[in-house]
Antibody
Framework: QVQLVESGGGVVQPGRSLRLSCAAS????????MHWVRQAPGKGLEWVTI????????YYADSVKGRFTISRDNSKNTLYLQMNSLRAEDTAVYYC???????????????WGQGTLVTVSS | DIQMTQSPSSLSASVGDRVTITCRAS??????LAWYQQKPGKVPKLLIY???TLQSGVPSRFSGSGSGTDFTLTISSLQSEDVGTYYC?????????FGGGTKVEIK
């Protein structure tokens, strides 16, 4: 079965960096685009970024553009999110999510990881 | 960017009631709309995609309709396990915006 396991969250000071990872299993990782979605405490869902199945195309929400970088290693079935210049408003649970269909055929989030909490605080 | 507006933001209904949640896009998105359910303290779960296609394993009391700018999620007979927050999301193009959510409670 599809499994997504995030790691790398924690407490970090404003202005510092953090890298999240998402280990995927149970499907052919290299066939699917992947996303990061976040949820601030007590708030709604916010889409953050997407990377195409081959890693060649990446798009970001305006709120993180220029600070966050999504990447993937298809040989390791792992998705990454490099977060730089972190701000208090980046505090959230970060979920990785798999698309509904292969090769960009369904950009909704069919499968979600359990999430990893990032807290930006001095 | 296209904005997604959900209404109501919260509702309280009795077990067995028919519940309707609406989602409006600021521009047409064809049928590129998904609905998610998030139970308290849990991970979001996909309910419906392509506006009206039920995800595998989702109870048939859930249904979706609409196209263009106006969409509806209906729970035909509310059950206690349906308590949670429901989100719509457009996915025709980036950014893949979510609606603000509708919190469903039992009266």
């Amino acid at each position: 079965q599809v499994q997504l396991v995030e790691s790398g969250g924690g407490v970090v000071q404003p202005g510092r960096s953090l890298r999240l990872s998402c280990a995927a299993s149970g499907f052919t990782f290299s066939n699917y685009a992947m996303h990061w979605v976040r949820q601030a405490p007590g708030k709604g869902l916010e889409w953050v970024t997407i990377i195409s199945f081959d890693g060649n195309n990446k798009y970001y929400a305006d709120s993180v553009k220029g600070r966050f970088t999504i990447s993937r290693d298809n040989s390791k079935n792992t998705l990454y999110l490099q977060m730089n210049s972190l701000r208090a408003e980046d505090t959230a649970v970060y979920y990785c999510a798999r698309e509904g269909g292969p090769y960009g055929s369904g950009s909704f989030h069919a499968y979600w990881g359990q999430g990893t909490l990032v807290t930006v605080s001095s | 960017d296209i904005q997604m507006t959900q209404s109501p933001s919260s509702l309280s209904a009795s077990v067995g009631d028919r519940v309707t949640i609406t989602c409006r896009a600021s521009q047409g998105i064809s049928n590129y709309l998904a609905w998610y359910q998030q139970k308290p303290g849990k991970v979001p779960k996909l309910l419906i995609y392509a506006a009206s296609t039920l995800q595998s394993g989702v109870p048939s009391r859930f249904s979706g309709s609409g196209s263009g700018t106006d969409f509806t999620l209906t729970i035909s007979s509310l059950q206690s396990e349906d308590v949670g927050t429901y989100y719509c999301q457009k996915y025709n193009s980036v950014p893949l915006t979510f609606g603000g959510g509708t919190k469903v409670e039992i009266k």
